[in-house]
């Protein structure tokens, strides 16, 4: 089992950034794919971006390309989501995933393991 815990969320004008960080227990860190998935209200949850275990490879949705960015401290157990230039259709619920691969974070079955997740508000 992996549990994930997510902080930094909040509210904050457009056009601001925030830092959202998950912390994992529970299983080896590094052999971990991780990634981010949002939830607005009344609509469906959407893929946000991954990062490989290794931290080599990230994906990211179009939607936050060039203004998010998802890193990793494999030696804290943590991954985190920069996210900049902030509109306010980002508002949302934030999730932390986890699985052994980044595929999962982007086909039709979900990722194992999810955090409780942290909302984002973003003010017009």
């Known amino acids: 089992q992996v549990q994930l815990v997510e902080s930094g969320g909040g509210l904050v004008p457009a056009g601001g950034s925030l830092r959202l960080s998950c912390t994992a227990s529970?299983?080896?860190?590094?052999?971990?794919?991780m990634g981010w998935f949002r939830q607005a209200p009344g609509k469906e949850r959407e893929f946000v971006g991954a990062?490989?275990?290794?931290?080599?490879?990230?994906y990211y949705a179009d939607s936050v390309k060039g203004r998010f960015t998802i890193s990793r401290a494999n030696a804290k157990n943590t991954v985190y989501l920069q996210m900049n230039s902030l509109k306010p259709e980002d508002t949302a619920v934030y999730y932390c995933?986890?699985?052994?691969?980044?595929?999962?974070?982007?086909?039709?079955?979900?990722?194992?393991?999810w955090g409780q997740g942290t909302q984002v508000t973003v003010l017009s």
């Open positions: 529970g299983r080896t860190f590094s052999s971990l794919a």
């Open positions: 990062i490989s275990w290794s931290g080599g490879s990230t």
């Open positions: 995933a986890a699985d052994s691969t980044t595929a999962r974070f982007m086909g039709v079955r979900p990722p194992d393991y």
